[in-house]
């Protein structure tokens, strides 16, 4: 299993796709966008799960696809499947502002 300290080790590479949003007319049509890349996503190699969080408060939007740390590579090098077109997706969407993307490690932490 990959450690970054003796202490911190993963086995899950989560890929994450993050927005702000002005109104629910908008984050109804962002959602529509993360709806036709479903299929995409459903194909990539050690897919683990995807996640979809979001804030009514704060107006947050992020998807969350975890890949087994093994085959990161692959999808990395693959331009993280359907990334790109979800991006260019919704910023062409008014309302959406603060498009980034985020690569960070998934554990569960045993109890």
């Known amino acids: 299993m990959p450690e ?4 911190v080790a993963f086995d899950t590479i989560a890929r994450e796709w993050r927005l702000k949003w002005d109104s629910k007319e908008t984050l109804s049509k962002v959602q529509d966008v993360l709806d ?3 299929s995409e996503l459903k194909g ?3 897919l683990k ?3 979809r969080v979001v804030c009514g408060g704060c107006h947050d939007y992020k998807v969350s696809v975890s890949v087994s740390a093994a085959d990161f590579g692959a999808f990395e090098e693959g331009g993280f499947g359907p990334e790109k077109k979800f991006l260019e ?3 062409k969407i008014e309302g959406v502002s603060a498009v980034e993307t985020q690569t960070y490690t998934l ?4 109890l």
């Open 89 to 91: 997706a919704v910023k």
């Open 44 to 46: 990539t190699k050690g």
């Open 4 to 7: 970054i300290t003796k202490n």
């Open 49 to 51: 799960g995807v996640q």
């Open 36 to 38: 036709s890349v479903k």
């Open 107 to 110: 554990m569960p932490v045993e």
